[in-house]
T-cell receptor
Framework: DAGVIQSPRHEVTEMGQEVTLRCKPI?????LFWYRQTMMRGLELLIY????????DSGMPEDRFSAKMPNASFSTLKIQPSEPRDSAVYFC????????????FGDGTRLSIL | QKEVEQNSGPLSVPEGAIASLNCTYS??????FFWYRQYSGKSPELIMS????GDKEDGRFTAQLNKASQYVSLLIRDSQPSDSATYLC???????????FGSGTQLTVLP
């Protein structure tokens, strides 16, 4: 089975540009999570969805960040306008409901804002 | 106060030794506990999950959970250089689906 698929793997862009990160969860998984990882702050949960509906976006740092999940197989995380302090690795993870199921991570997008 | 605490390390052990990684958590309602391994430049990879008090073994890995003391540990027997990575402890509290991650312990296994 295919795992969580993220694109792009690397993104380098200039400050002020719009950045869109993409994620395809594991088929059948109804929870999707967006994380950001930096050396200083570790792994931080930004937002998560259940059945395409945002449940908790309290981790989204600013209004410049937005996330959508238009269907069960696709989600985007958008940063507009981007700033150098947004540079980090962004991970998408998915899990299935029922019991205490673990989350499975994608390979991440390494974002550099110049 | 951080909700999930881990010693950041680095922890160094010789090849063949037992590596012991520890994690404490603050929410007594926590029900699910996970250990993820993260190689440098890679994504977290699930290696163990544990839900009830006691030990759970999987190959060279043993997870230990003590809810009364609010700690969970990971033992790696016969450590190999390929085990060198950062190990993340993650805790899920009650019905919430989000995991709270510790800051990770960097393990180095010396050949």
């Amino acid at each position: 089975d295919a795992g969580v698929i993220q694109s792009p793997r690397h993104e380098v862009t200039e400050m002020g540009q719009e950045v869109t990160l993409r994620c395809k969860p594991i088929s059948g998984h109804d929870y999707l999570f967006w994380y950001r990882q930096t050396m200083m702050r570790g792994l931080e949960l930004l937002i998560y969805f259940n059945n395409n509906v945002p449940i908790d976006d309290s981790g989204m740092p600013e209004d410049r960040f937005s996330a959508k999940m238009p269907n069960a197989s696709f989600s985007t995380l958008k940063i507009q306008p981007s700033e150098p302090r947004d540079s980090a690795v962004y991970f998408c993870a998915s899990s299935i409901t029922g019991g205490n199921q673990p989350q499975h991570f994608g390979d991440g997008t390494r974002l550099s804002i110049l | 106060q951080k909700e999930v605490e881990q010693n950041s390390g680095p922890l160094s052990v010789p090849e063949g030794a037992i590596a012991s990684l520890n994690c404490t958590y603050s929410d007594r309602g926590s029900q699910s506990f996970f250990w993820y391994r993260q190689y440098s430049g890679k994504s977290p990879e699930l290696i163990m999950s544990i839900y009830s008090n006691g030990d759970k073994e999987d190959g060279r890995f043993t997870a230990q959970l003590n809810k009364a003391s609010q700690y969970v540990s990971l033992l790696i027997r016969d450590s190999q250089p390929s085990d060198s990575a950062t190990y993340l402890c993650a805790v899920n509290a009650g019905s919430a689906r989000q995991l709270t991650f510790g800051s990770g312990t960097q393990l180095t296994v010396l050949p």
